[in-house]
Nanobody, 121 residues
Framework: EVQLVESGGGLVQPGGSLRLSCAASGFNFAFSSMTWVRQAPGKGFEWVSTISSGDLSTYYSDSVKGRFTISRDNARNTLYLQLNSIKPEDTAMYYC??????????????RGQGTQVTVSS
């Protein structure tokens, strides 16, 4: 059974930083491309970033490019998302997911329960 547990969210001021983590189990993490998506209040899912399983290529949405960094530690079965220069519009629930389960709308059935990021001064 795929299990994904996110952590690291919280309340942060604009311009601040956070590091989100996602502990994975129940599948071969090292051979799985992984994705972060987010959902702001009252809105649909938004794809944020993906990291491949092989060459560790990384991909970012235009809204976070240059501010967020995705990474992974296969030895620890853990996915990360470093958020820098955070903006109020980054306020959302952040989910990690198996990239293979995601559709074009960012809906990923194989995702965790999420961690809340709230940006406010």
């Amino acid at each position: 059974e795929v299990q994904l547990v996110e952590s690291g969210g919280g309340l942060v001021q604009p311009g601040g930083s956070l590091r989100l983590s996602c502990a994975a189990s129940g599948f071969n993490f090292a051979f799985s491309s992984m994705t972060w998506v987010r959902q702001a209040p009252g809105k649909g899912f938004e794809w944020v970033s993906t990291i491949s399983s092989g060459d560790l290529s990384t991909y970012y949405s235009d809204s976070v490019k240059g501010r967020f960094t995705i990474s992974r530690d296969n030895a620890r079965n853990t996915l990360y998302l470093q958020l820098n220069s955070i903006k109020p519009e980054d306020t959302a629930m952040y989910y990690c997911a198996k990239a293979s389960s995601c559709d074009y709308r960012g809906n990923c059935p194989e995702r965790g329960q999420g961690t809340q990021v709230t940006v406010s001064s």
